[in-house]
């Protein structure tokens, strides 16, 4: 059965940095896209990042320049480091591997002014 399950949320002030992490079990992680999805409070569940089986990533513009998805595989992990945090990033973070279609449970970020 595969899982994924999240880490790393917490509550920061603006500016800040977390860094998220998504332990997968079941299937071969190495080959699989991973993303990274967040749902702000009254709104809908966006992509924020993708990471390929050879590490070709893409960002939703709002988070360019200062999130960045990687992967160990040897760890079935994936990471997302978030720098320059703003208000607007507060959400609940979710890990997905889309080819199960598979999600985490969530992790909540929230960031103060």
Not at 71 to 79: D, I, L, M, S
Not at 94 to 104: A, E
């Amino acid at each position: 059965q595969e899982q994924l399950v999240e880490s790393g949320g917490g509550s920061v002030q603006a500016g800040g940095s977390l860094r998220l992490s998504c332990v997968a079990s079941g299937g071969i992680f190495s080959i699989n896209t991973m993303a990274w999805y967040r749902q702000a409070p009254g709104k809908q569940r966006e992509l924020v990042a993708t990471i390929t089986s050879g590490s070709r990533t893409n960002y939703t513009d709002s988070v360019k320049g200062r999130f960045t998805i990687s992967r160990t595989n040897a760890k079935r992990t994936v990471y997302l480091q978030m720098n320059s945090l703003k208000p607007e990033d507060t959400g609940v973070y979710y890990c997905h591997r889309p080819r199960s279609n598979s999600w985490g449970q969530g992790t909540q970020v929230t960031v103060s002014s």
